[in-house]
């Protein structure tokens, strides 16, 4: 069983992924920390060196390669918007939308500073922000097989997910 966890950029798809797997006996990899390990630099980086499109690439490659069985994968926010590569996603596991609130996120990430798409110092410039990405996004995202809301209760989410699989 493959599990594929989509969703927003800070709407917790890594930390419940970890979690998920460790629960289910299985290994666990996150998209954006393997694209840092094989190109040796931060994802930040990329999208300021060579932008967004080609760290796109770099996600298609990464999934056209991607062939692994009993696995939780932490998506990119982007990655499966991109390309329709959810449409892949879904042909080789089960994909969960995690939800999460969108100020919920903005307060995160506006804390943290660390997201490339999000370059801002003001939290309503943050939350506009969020709110322009989740809009594009939505529709790529409701095509998972299934969605959770993350409440910050990330044991229950976990639970929630497991009864779904």
Known sequence: ???????????????????????????????????????NIRIPLIFELFGEATFRKMEDDLMQGFNENTIVVATGGGLPCHNSLVHNLKSKGTTIFIERNLENIALDIHENHQRPLIQTTDFNTTLKAIQAIYNQRISCYSQAHFKVHNNSKLEQVVEEIIQLL
């Open 1 to 39: 069983m493959t599990v594929f966890l989509v969703g927003m950029p800070g709407c917790g798809k890594t930390t419940i992924g970890k979690l998920l797997a460790k629960r289910l006996n299985m290994a666990f990899l996150d998209t954006d920390q393997v694209i840092e390990e094989i190109y």
